[in-house]
Nanobody, 123 residues
Framework: QLQLVESGGGLVQSGGSLRLSCEAS????????MGWFRQASGKGREFVADITWTGSSTDYADSVKGRFTISRDNAKNTAYLQMNSLKPEDTAVYYC????????????????WGQGTQVTVSS
């Protein structure tokens, strides 16, 4: 399994931007599809975005489409989530995850998870 460490979270005003990073170690990063999920206080973990191991295909939740961009740099063993036009409803702990299979919106498809990074958007 991969070990994943997220960074880049913080407090930002509504309309602002943040870029989350997810650094992987332990196995061959380029063999894994990567996903970002989030969990708001008192709610379940929800899909945000995912990307194939080559980076050639991406998928987004409707709530973030057009505002968030997922990407990866296999040479740096790192996946990214660029978040623009942030809204208070984007406030959550954000998790990156790695799947040894294809990209998926299901949490059960992902074998490795990071510890999460808090994103707080103030109104």
């Amino acid at each position: 399994q991969l070990q994943l460490v997220e960074s880049g979270g913080g407090l930002v005003q509504s309309g602002g931007s943040l870029r989350l990073s997810c650094e992987a170690s332990g196995r061959t990063f380029s063999s894994y599809a990567m996903g970002w999920f989030r969990q708001a206080s008192g709610k379940g973990r929800e899909f945000v975005a995912d990307i194939t191991w080559t980076g050639s295909s991406t998928d987004y939740a409707d709530s973030v489409k057009g505002r968030f961009t997922i990407s990866r740099d296999n040479a740096k063993n790192t996946a990214y989530l660029q978040m623009n036009s942030l809204k208070p409803e984007d406030t959550a702990v954000y998790y990156c995850a790695a799947s040894p299979h294809s990209m998926s919106r299901r949490t059960s498809a992902y074998a490795s998870w990071g510890q999460g990074t808090q994103v707080t958007v103030s109104s």
